[in-house]
Each structure stands twice: as C-alpha cells, then as structure tokens.
C-alpha cells in the first residue's frame, strides 16, 4: 500500500527502481511518469524515467526528460550513453572456420551505420568470402547490401538488409553435367526479422530469409532458399525466460526443411567470491530439423533428420570498463537419421577490448561438432577478429 501512496514518494521511487532493474521499463515508466506527475521538480524520478524509457528502446524520449531537470552527474553520463548509441559506428569482422566436410569458409565483412533520428538506424554492408573444398573448384563470393534499424513505437520494430551477391566459381574444373552453372550465381538477398513486444518480458519475431548457401556444390547448381521463422520469448522472473522458435524453408531443387527448438535460459543470482563482476547463464534445450527430401544428394541435407537435447552453461566477465570476457560450453545428445544417440559438444571463448578512444578490439575461437549451430547445418571449428570504430568521445 506505500508504494501507492501519493505522500510515500521514497516507497514509490523504490518500487519504480526495481521494477526497471527487473526489465519491467515500461510498467516503471508509468510509475515514474505518475510520480512526476505529483512531483515535478523530483530530480530521482526524471532520472529514472529518463533510464526506463531508453532501456526500453525510446531513444526519443529519454533525452527530452532530461532536459527539464537540472544537470547531475548521472545526467551528464546518462546523455554521453544516448549520444553514443546514436553515433556513427563502423566495424570490419573476419571470420574463419572449417566444418566436417572439410569446406574451409573465410569472410571479411565492413559495416558502416549511422542515426538520421533517434529511432533509426541505416547503413550498408559489404563482404567478401572464399569457399573451399577438396576436389572442387573454390567460390569467390561478394555481396553489398542496405540495412534499415527501425523502432515504429513502444511495441513494434524492425531490422532487415536487402542487397546482391555475386558468387563465382571455374566451371571448367567441374565435370559435365547440365545442372552445374556456367560460373556464377548472383541473385537478391533479403534478411530481417520484424519484433512484436506487447508487453514487459515478452516478444514475438517474425523473420525471413532469401538467399543462398556457403556449400559449394549448392552454389555450383544455384540453389536458393526462402525461409520463414517465427519465435517468441517471455519470462517467468527477470532471470529466468523461455525461448521457442520454428521455421520452414523452401529451397529452389524442390525440397523443403522443417525446424523447431525450445531453450529455457536461467541466470542465477549468486555470485562467485571474487572482485570480479560476472554473471553466470544456464540454457536447457532441443532442437530438430528435417527435409522432405533427400534424393539425389545436393550437397547440403546429410542428415535428413536431426535431433538434439542439449545443456549450455556460460560466464560473462567485466573486468574494467575497457575489457570484457565470456567463456561458454555444451554437451549434448545428437540422433541422425533414426539411429542410435551419441554425444556432442561445443566451446567457445570471446573477449572485447577498448584498445584506444572510439576503437573496440573483438576476438573469439568457437569448435562445435553438433549440426544445430548454422543455416547449413555442419559442425565447425573456427574463429573471428574484429575492430570497431565509433565516432563519438
């Protein structure tokens, strides 16, 4: 009942707070919204909407809440944050791995993004890749594509990159067979995803891709592929959430690939006794996916089915505002094509480090021998470095 009560201001801006740090932003919006309401000049409470109304994704609102209040050091370190995320940001990423088939698949990718308004984010991408496998000619890939980041309001939003690709290959080093194409295969890329959120703790995506694989075999016939996927998220407590997703995909030689998986992701509260500020993260799941059809071989649906029930454990390291750290692994039980159940794992390490003012050092190693980890469904073993480059102080 104090929570409630107009002259209990203390109470209210409690019940405010930890509601925000709980994730519920906008029900602590309307707390915070009714409290300046009755006290306007309260410097806690524009403060705290400001932060509700920004960790909730209105990049619009919060500065203006700022504004009316009188200049604290939170509101000073508040608005360095929002400035930053609107700021222009350019990244380059290379990626390396190699999967059991023995494709080795190298990618460098360049982003650059900027802000025409608080709720917008464009820019536009450009990437190079080279694929090789044994006994097959190496593909050379490019694309270039446009990318749109848009918050419509509280609930809806959307993010998507439409664009060309270019992939070449020698076509003379092929035998010859009529479904081989003579060379290249470009065609229209589109890849986004629109995200419903009615409500605090929970979120629905909507999701399609059109594109092609990183198979070589599937490029040299010009497969393409239309795949739709839906997922929705919602969370029991603020650290404890489920997370279910679907999706179908049609590929361009007629056949069609179902998929489905379910993950409940747990973030205990206790801590190690240690000076070090790190979070744990526990993930339970399954996942299954399945083609149509598996004759003639394509290159890219062995196993015809899959299967998999897996556990995830992960820890997040901050050890200065310049550096951060996360280490994570898994162990499973895979089935492929109804036989008999075998185990599997995964390992990963990442680190990020501020090695100079607006420049971001990225580095990760990941090796995973379970078939749920790409769009194509191979295991791999590889890893990836990246600089990023943010204009602002």
Do not use: C
Not at 236 to 242: A, C, G, P, T
Not at 355 to 370: D, E, K, Q
């Amino acid at each position: 009942m104090l929570a409630h009560d107009p002259k209990n201001i203390d109470a209210r801006l409690g019940q405010a707070q930890v509601m925000n740090w709980m994730g519920k932003h906008r029900d602590a919006s309307w707390i915070y919204k009714d409290i300046v309401r009755d006290h306007p000049n309260n410097t806690d409470a524009r403060e705290g909407l400001a932060a509700s109304q920004y960790w909730a994704g209105r990049s619009d609102y919060a500065p203006t809440t700022l504004r009316t209040t009188r200049p604290t050091p939170f509101a000073r370190s508040f608005g360095n944050d929002v400035n930053r995320s609107m700021a222009p940001e350019l990244t380059y990423m290379y990626e390396q791995n190699k999967d059991t088939d023995d494709i080795k698949r190298r990618t460098h990718t360049v982003d650059l993004m900027f802000a025409p308004n608080a709720l917008s984010r464009v820019g536009v991408e450009y990437g190079h890749g080279r694929f090789t496998q044994p006994l097959r000619p190496d593909v050379s890939r490019d694309w270039l594509a446009g990318i749109l980041s848009r918050r419509f309001n509280d609930q809806w939003s959307l993010r998507a990159a439409a664009g060309y690709q270019w992939n070449a290959f020698d076509r003379s080093q092929l035998n010859a067979q009529p479904y081989w194409k003579n060379g290249h295969f470009d065609l229209f890329t589109i890849d986004g995803y629109v995200t419903f959120s009615p409500r605090d703790w929970t979120r629905y995506d909507l999701g399609f891709f059109h594109g092609s694989l990183t198979n070589p075999d599937a490029i040299f016939r010009g497969i393409s592929l239309d795949e739709f996927m839906l997922g929705a998220d919602w969370r029991f407590r603020s650290n404890l959430m489920n997370s279910a997703s679907g999706g179908v995909t049609f590929y361009s030689d007629d056949n069609t690939r179902y998929a489905a998986g379910d993950r409940l992701i747990w973030q205990p509260l206790w801590r190690l006794p240690v000076h070090l500020n790190h979070r744990f993260t526990s993930t339970t799941g399954f996942g299954y996916f399945g083609f149509t059809k598996t004759d003639p071989d394509n290159g890219y649906y062995d196993p015809r089915q899959y299967w998999s029930i897996y556990q995830e454990l992960a820890l997040d390291m901050t050890f200065s505002k310049r550096a951060r750290g996360h280490i994570g692994g898994r162990f499973g039980f895979d089935k492929e094509n109804g036989d008999d159940w075998f185990n599997v794992g995964r390992f990963d390490v990442s680190g990020s480090f501020v090695v100079a003012p607006r420049f971001t050092l990225t580095a990760g190693y990941y090796n995973s021998n379970s078939r749920l980890d790409s769009r194509e469904g191979y295991a791999a073993d590889g890893f990836f470095v990246g600089l990023d480059y943010t204009h602002h102080d």
